[in-house]
């Protein structure tokens, strides 16, 4: 069974940076899109990065761009957000999620595509 494990949430203020992680394992990792997304409280899970399996395509949520940056090792099965100048916006449970694709330029910013989800980790960000 596909296993998707985050880390590296936790409490930070205003300002502040945190970088996530995704470990996978039992799955092909170097053949999946890899996507974050987010989950506040009262809302919806949306996206926010996600990166080819080539890793030189990524794609981010307009509110994200040039504050967060998604990377990946494949060596590694491990994928990971880089979050700098954190806002309480930005609090949220962060997912990641995998997509096998066939082509290694592609990316998946849509919710429903993504195959297989970790369980999230907690990002609160105070003000």
């Known amino acids: 069974q596909v296993q998707l494990v985050e880390s590296g949430g936790g409490l930070v203020q205003a300002g502040g940076s945190l970088r996530l992680s995704c470990a996978a394992s039992r799955l092909t990792f170097s053949r999946n899109v890899m996507g974050w997304f987010r989950q506040a409280p009262g809302k919806g899970r949306e996206f926010v990065a996600a990166?080819?399996?080539?890793?030189?395509?990524?794609d981010y949520q307009d509110s994200v761009k040039g504050r967060f940056t998604i990377s990946r090792d494949n060596a590694k099965n491990t994928v990971y957000l880089q979050m700098n100048t954190l806002k309480p916006e930005d609090t949220a449970v962060y997912y990641c999620?995998?997509?096998?694709?066939?082509?290694?330029?592609?990316?998946?910013?849509?919710?429903?595509?993504?195959?297989?989800w970790g369980q999230g980790t907690q990002v609160t960000v105070s003000s």
């Open positions: 990166i080819s399996w080539s890793g030189g395509i990524t």
């Open positions: 999620a995998a997509k096998p694709s066939p082509i290694g330029t592609w990316v998946y910013t849509d919710i429903n595509v993504y195959d297989y």
